[in-house]
């Protein structure tokens, strides 16, 4: 870590001799004035809480500058300010001449470049994490308050609101977390300037009740961890839940309804199950450095441009400047291939060299070349939805590297292998009919498979007889020998993290239950391993404990047996379905979420739990996609809360305010989602229509993604 030079400051003695640093900024009051590295301001906060100082003013040097300077305001200026750190750059000196750091100060000091934990990334991609995340934390700033409230409540009813509309469309809309984040700046802004003015200081546990309330009602300035907090509500929120699909497909393809009580416990256990999983899982995915979760970065990129300080003229028309030209170019960008050449979504050269749509070329090539309905062998795109599909600015380039090589492998050298060469299962058959490809079922014609046709309308079980008279299911080869790369995935998944990551998490067990995790106080911690600097600043904010987790994961798969036991004629699923849908979970989850945290690439489990369901329990389709539903979101909602932590700590929010925020942005999106579809599904019946396969007046209704998980129930 580069240290300003010496010379580059001045110092002054204070009457008691005390030697304070001085520099450029000016005093926030006539407090005095403190500056420290990253590192050794942990060390000046902790001897202000030691004296019962009240820090209530900060102001933070641009995340950008070599040195990083918090200049603290104290309320009591009658009692003398902490002695300036020391450096890091003169440490070594220092024990030289005056003997070893103590114990207290050497457990608060560290070098920002050492990584602990799990086998460590490259230089550059820490540096990725080092440019990006800030190294300082003004403990003070307030995350619960009114304005939080107020923001997160409406993002997440109209988050929630709009993506369940479009559910049913067939043009999909959904709220970017960016647009969140933009959108709820201004927002707070405004409210902390038309809300009553905040009490000059924060209140202390002496304060009266009303100053209390001012202080919650406008705390000041609209900071960081406010934004933060209602963001990571936010994402909570605004995606259409997963066992939307489940309560949806009851409705309109088997004709039930299983009411608001039980829809409401379904949507809440699924979307909260994963949430115990996660903080028992802390020390592995959150705490090590090296778990970087690189989706986290771009938000808190964004965060610290709104709130790294207030900016110069010159630097903010730049901003300005930039963000004018860059918004006209991505409107054109966007515009073109959209609307006027949507050609240029998918320009599929293989076509085009073997004569074009016009020609009577080989149905093969027309299929391997064709980037909508084939395997897009040369074809290219001028969309952004396509090129970021990926997350090419976030991912590590070694990571997007294996996901596009093994996608050349597979879809354009071996399956085009297998089709030209073979007939094995039907695979001529498939390329003749254009469905080479296709990640559809079919018959025996290889025509959609109509399920209805062999199960009891009552009981929507399989009348084997029928099924017998009907058709076998069929699958095209290359979704076939998918599913089979997919059970090769979590095997290799498996055998990695144990390979190159075994010794670490047992490490990392032990530790756990030797010492207290970080974030506890009293005790130090013992891990060998290491905190880094974020860890560190986060080390003074109490913990969420474990306990409570385990409270959560032990009452949502309770809740969610009561649920299947009890509405079981139409769920179908029984107790010990949930309980070894979680336990796959568990094994899963967290060798996966060490592959996505230091990749950026997700593996689900999606295909094990219906291939494990579909081999115990034949013959039922709702307790198929049900055991999918609890095993898929359990891991998925776990890892999805395991990066809202991460993210936590870069930008320092407290855990127990993340944990509030979580599952208050879970909950009432949930509700919200059922809401929109019963609404939807009663006052809109070209849905129904369209499921049934009939003509709809209007037709951008259109169920696809419940018929697709219809058809996986098969």
Sequence with gaps: MH??????????????????????????????IHRTTCSDRIDAIEHVHDQNFSMFGRHQVPFGDDLKRDVFDLERSSVPPPPSPTPVSTLKSIQSTKGAVPDEEKDFRMDEDQHHGYTPLGDDQLQDVRNVVPTTDDPTLPCLTFRFWVLSTLFVVFGAAVGQFYFFRSATISLSLFFVILTSYPLGVGLSKIMPRPPPFPPSSDSSF?????YWLNPGPFNVKEHTLLVVTASCGISVAYA???????????????????????????????YGLAGLLRNWLVYPADMVWWSALPYVQLMSTFHGGQASPNLTRQRLSFFKRALLLVTLYQFIPGFLAPTLNSVALLCLLGGGPSQNIDPLLAQVGSGFNGAGVLAFSFDWNYIGSLGPLITPFWSMLNVIGSTVVFAWIIMP???????IWRSQDFVNKGLAFSTLTFDQNLDLY????????RTNTLVESAYESYSPLYLSPFWAIGYGTA????????????????????????????????????????????????MRLMRRYPEVPSWVYMAVFIGMTALSIFIVEFWNLHLQLRWWGVLLAVALAGVFVLPVGIIQAISNQSIGINV?????????SPGQPIANILFKTYGYMALSQALNLVSDLKLGVYMK??????????????????????AIMKMLLISVPDIQRKADGLHVGDEQWNPRYSSIFYAASV
């Design 487 to 534: 059970f090769a995935a979590l095997s290799a998944t498996l055998v990695h993290v144990l390979l190159f990551h075994g010794k670490d998490i047992v490490a990392r067990f032990n530790v756990r239950n030797k010492s207290e995790s970080p974030g506890s106080k009293g005790e130090k911690n013992d891990d060998p391993y290491g905190d880094d600097i974020h």
């Design 417 to 423: 292998i297998f089709y030209k060469f073979t007939n």
């Design 3 to 32: 240290i300003r030079n010496p010379s580059d400051t001045m110092r002054h003695e204070e009457e008691d001799g005390t030697s304070v640093v001085e520099g450029e900024l000016s005093p926030v009051s006539k407090a005095s």
């Design 608 to 616: 094990v739990t219906e291939f494990v369901i579909g081999f115990i």
């Design 244 to 274: 939307i699909d489940v309560i949806s497909v009851q409705i309109l393809y088997y004709k039930q309804d299983i009411g608001i009580l039980a829809s409401v416990l379904l949507l809440w256990t699924t979307q909260c199950l994963g």
């Design 450 to 457: 109509n399920i209805t046709r062999i199960l009891d309308p």
């Design 210 to 214: 009303m100053t209390k309330f001012r």
């Design 653 to 674: 929010i407290p855990p127990r305010a993340m944990f509030v925020g979580q599952v208050y942005g879970t909950m009432i999106g949930a509700v919200v989602n059922y």
